[in-house]
């Protein structure tokens, strides 16, 4: 049953059709930017990338002042916003420097920052009070009164803790006007966020200042103590005790989240590649589109569910939107899946006239394999690969260099930023 | 120089006068439903009972509403702090911001202790929730002796840290060992272990055992040991730290009792006759400690003098 926001502008009527004209942004990962220009080509409105302090994934590419002044002015032109992940919960000696890194940030145009740590909300607050103030996922934000505090305390956007439902969801937009953002696509933590430390006990690395090791996705034995004694409570044959949970995939709920008013809609993984960002990202855009057009006659393609999975390389499931996650919704035993397809070639510029492609490669491919393109102004389409040559016109058969600049014939024309994938087999 | 209190955990209304005995200057209690990780289980009746036996003592008494709530439980949480203000506790242990939002609306006049664990990192985070009314900063127990030292030279708020005992390491919303069971289609056994809490995990690599149960709020993942300050306690005493928390979650009533007992007889040496005499018994009290000490549980002294990288 879909519950409807109805005391909000989410929907008009035009011409006896109800349309949607409250359209949820679509925010993307960026980890380099190269992603975020993919992202923001390929259909984002917003891309959160992060710095190279004060954010997790102390490992993820992040970015430099002047790397973000890039990233603006490219979104820009698409009409795209940018936020910066300081997520982190400082300890004493990580608060140094904080007010010169906020204000740099709110000097090259990001639009706001997604902050955990009430530290650098009021540090933001008073030294960089043109950025928007988003709580992060860090904060666990579960209940319609914690939100209204958060409202009370002027923040902008509260982003949700992954455990929220979207019943809760509904009650929050109801009671409480701010910005709300919810996850619908990626890898997530089984515990609430910022409420982990096994890292930390496990190996020494501080999860809240972004040194996860992912603890949780390792094996364990379960046991019991029985009169100051263990017993196992496993057999040989079964699988240890995991908590690893599948990805988030939340495709076929954007209707009705949409209709529930949810303002943005996170797509996870600053660390994925560009094949990962662009294919993820044109999906939801598809869905967002469709639906806002013609609600009422909306139904979800089958190619856009095969195209997602297309850089899947782990099982989704819904989490907790749909209600409480059972035992399948997590993985237990062999983890390992291979992505069904291969981001092979990213497309640099196409001649009209002769019909060659220019293209860089990022994975092995060879004349005679079937190849995909795709991108966000052309239908996808499969293609033999013909003839290779390199950048100086000699003949190749194969194209095994990576990032290796390679021509050959496309008869349907092609844009800069598509992409070519290969069937795994 | 002001002595800290000893804070500990009974397991039950019967189990409060023995640790009056031993030493103990004020009680966390609770109920599942709204606090989180206790080691006993007090209905709003037992809190009752228990603030009469404890306040007929002079001692405090504070009840845990430090859940992650959801929408299901916020009604709820009204009725049980209007409840808490009939019944006159000392302090309201909370981590979610509901928490204040809802005191403010009842004007319930009991003070606020901040306590969300892991999160609780910096002087800032101290000063931010004591001007909304935490009157007291409850430090994650992942934090070095320097750093819990700086906090409590900046900070407005009282300070309170874990001196013993486990600490929370993981909470899902999910049911991990449900599911597990699930997933073997063992249905039977989600039913004989529902309220065990003797489960443990072990982790082949480290050889540590994590003690793990489930409630209402979820799946709950332990320390492999119980950190143990009895013979480090020194700076704490010095840095002036005004609650010494000895959380006693997963263990017997003796061994609570024991070990109470032991941290009033360091913090009254120290502080009644003088470091000397602290230094004099602070093996002895280690030692008692050691004696006691569950064989699958090892001490050490938590993230005091352990650096973490990231």
């Keep these: 049953m879909l519950q409807l926001i109805e005391n909000e502008k989410i929907r008009e009527t035009v011409n006896g059709k109800r349309v949607i004209t409250k359209k949820p942004e679509l925010l993307a990962p960026a980890g380099s930017l190269e992603k975020l220009k993919v992202a923001v080509h390929y259909g984002a409105d917003a891309v959160f990338i992060g710095g190279q302090e004060f954010g997790l994934r102390s490992n993820a590419g992040n970015f430099s002042i002047e790397e973000m002044r890039e990233g603006v002015e490219f979104a820009k032109k698409y009409g795209a916003v940018i936020y910066v992940t300081t997520n982190i919960f400082a300890h004493n000696e990580n608060m140094a420097g904080l007010e010169e890194y906020l204000q740099a940030i709110e000097g090259v145009g990001v639009r706001g920052i997604i902050v955990a740590d009430p530290l650098i909300i009021e540090t933001c607050r008073s030294v960089a009070p043109k950025l928007e103030i988003h709580l992060s996922t860090q904060q666990s934000l579960s209940n319609w009164k914690a939100v209204k505090y958060w409202k009370q305390e002027g923040l902008h956007r509260v982003v949700l803790a992954r455990e929220v439902g979207a019943e809760e969801m509904f009650k929050m937009k109801e009671e409480v006007d701010i910005e709300i953002e919810a996850f619908v696509h990626g890898a997530m933590c089984i515990a609430y966020s910022g409420r982990c430390v096994l890292s930390n006990h496990m190996t020494a690395r501080d999860s809240n200042r972004g040194g996860c090791c992912q603890s949780c996705r390792w094996d364990y034995d379960l046991y019991e103590e029985v009169d100051g004694g263990e017993k196992a409570l496993f057999n040989e044959d079964d699988a240890p005790f995991a908590m690893s949970p599948k990805d988030l995939k939340l495709i076929e709920s954007i209707p009705h989240m949409i209709e529930l008013g949810i303002d943005s809609l996170k797509v996870e993984g600053r660390m994925k590649s560009i094949h990962y960002v662009a294919t993820v990202i044109s999906v939801y855009r598809k869905v967002i589109d469709a639906y806002c057009a013609d609600p009422d006659n909306f139904k979800i393609q089958k190619e856009w569910l095969e195209e997602l999975d297309r850089c899947a390389n782990r099982p989704t499931a819904s989490s907790f939107f749909e209600g409480e996650p059972g035992y399948e919704q997590q993985m237990f035993g062999d983890h390992a899946s291979k992505m069904k397809w291969d981001f092979a070639g990213l497309v640099l510029d196409y001649d009209q006239a002769t019909q060659m492609v220019t293209l860089q490669q990022r994975n092995y491919f060879k004349t005679g394999d079937t190849v995909e393109f795709f991108g966000p102004d052309i239908e996808s389409f499969k293609l033999t690969v013909g003839q290779i040559w390199d950048e100086k016109g000699n003949e190749l058969e194969i194209a095994n260099h990576p990032l290796q600049i390679v021509k050959f014939k496309c008869e349907r024309p092609l844009f800069s930023y598509n992409m070519m994938r290969k069937e795994n087999i | ?310």
């Design chain 2, 1 to 310: 120089m002001k002595k800290p209190e000893l804070l500990v955990t009974p397991k039950s209304v019967d189990h409060i006068s023995a640790l009056i005995e031993m030493g103990a200057d004020a009680f966390v209690i609770g109920e599942h439903q709204f606090g989180l990780r206790l080691a006993g289980e007090f209905s709003v009746s037992d809190v009752e009972k228990a603030t009469k036996l404890i306040h007929e003592a002079g001692k405090k008494v504070y009840v845990a509403v430090n859940a992650i709530f959801h929408n299901d439980r916020i009604d709820a949480l009204d009725n049980y702090l209007k409840e808490m203000q009939r019944i006159g506790v000392d302090a309201l242990i909370f981590g979610d911001p509901a928490v204040v939002v809802a005191v403010r609306e009842l004007e319930i006049t009991i003070p606020l202790h901040w306590n969300p664990e892991t999160i609780a990192t910096n002087w800032f985070q101290a000063n931010y929730w004591y001007e909304r009314g935490a009157k007291r900063t409850v430090l994650a127990r992942e934090l070095s002796l320097d750093e819990v030292i700086e906090i409590k030279e900046n900070a407005q708020p009282e300070i309170q840290v874990q001196i013993h005992g486990m600490t929370c390491m993981f909470q899902s919303k999910r049911s991990l060992l449900g599911n597990y069971f699930l997933y073997r289609d063992e249905v039977m056994e989600i039913e004989n272990r529902k309220a065990n809490k003797n489960m443990f995990l072990h982790d082949k690599e480290r050889k540590n055992k994590y003690p793990i149960f489930e409630d209402v709020n979820g799946t709950h993942i332990f320390s492999p040991n119980d950190m143990c300050l009895i013979d480090e306690l020194t700076e704490l005493f010095e840095a002036g730290i005004d609650s010494l928390k000895f959380d006693g979650v997963l263990h017997t009533e003796g061994y609570i009792n024991t070990v109470t007992n032991c941290y009033r007889q360091a913090i009254d040496a120290y502080f009644d006759t003088g470091e000397d005499a602290y230094d004099d018994i602070k093996d002895e009290l280690l030692e008692k400690i050691e004696e006691i000490q569950p064989e699958l549980r090892p001490l050490d002294t938590g993230f005091i003098f352990k650096e973490t990288v990231y």
